[in-house]
């Protein structure tokens, strides 16, 4: 589907979700917070946003929502994850929590809280495979992607470490673009499955 058609999910258990239905509005995209098997059957693209990646997938569970979403993206449904949203998606954790299995949507192995507990959180102007100016990123408790599998293309990085990558159907994030007023990268995801 595209144009007016398109409708994009934003998953809306836990999190950051409300600034990534606000980014969409001021772009113009009908955005539907997704909470139910119902609401996912409504959508044609997905976002999973930062928040605590633990609290969403048990959340994920308790809603009866891991299994329906996972066939979503096993069939190629777009999807977008940010800071936790991606830890939520990958196909191995470090440092995360002995019970906390991923979605395995794309092949990456993620750390949590990477930067180290003292750098919270930090703003940084990064370049973007892809995008002609920098982007303002907000980092909070993020995660890095400390390797990517044969089939994932690495868009950004700090300090050498990898923040920004994806494939034909995923992006995912470590830190928040929801946050900053641009559009940018919410724009690469909605070009996603086109
Ligand atoms: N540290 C959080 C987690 O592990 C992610 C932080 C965020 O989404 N801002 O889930």
Known sequence: MAGSDLHVG???LQGAFESHLK????MGIKALPVRSTQDLDRIDKIVIPGGESTAIQMLLESN?????LRERLSNGMPVFGTCAGMIVLSKVI???RDDQSPLNAIDIVVRRNAFGRQIDSFESSIDVKGLSEPFPAIFIRAPIVESVGDNVDVYAKVD????L??????????FHPELSSDTRIHEMFLSLGK
């Open 10 to 12: 934003v998953l809306a």
């Open 64 to 68: 009866s929502l891991r299994q329906p």
């Open 160 to 163: 050498d470490q990898i923040v």
């Open 94 to 96: 470090l440092d995360g």
């Open 23 to 26: 980014i969409f509005k001021t």
């Open 165 to 174: 990558c994806g494939n034909a159907s995923t992006l995912v994030a470590s």
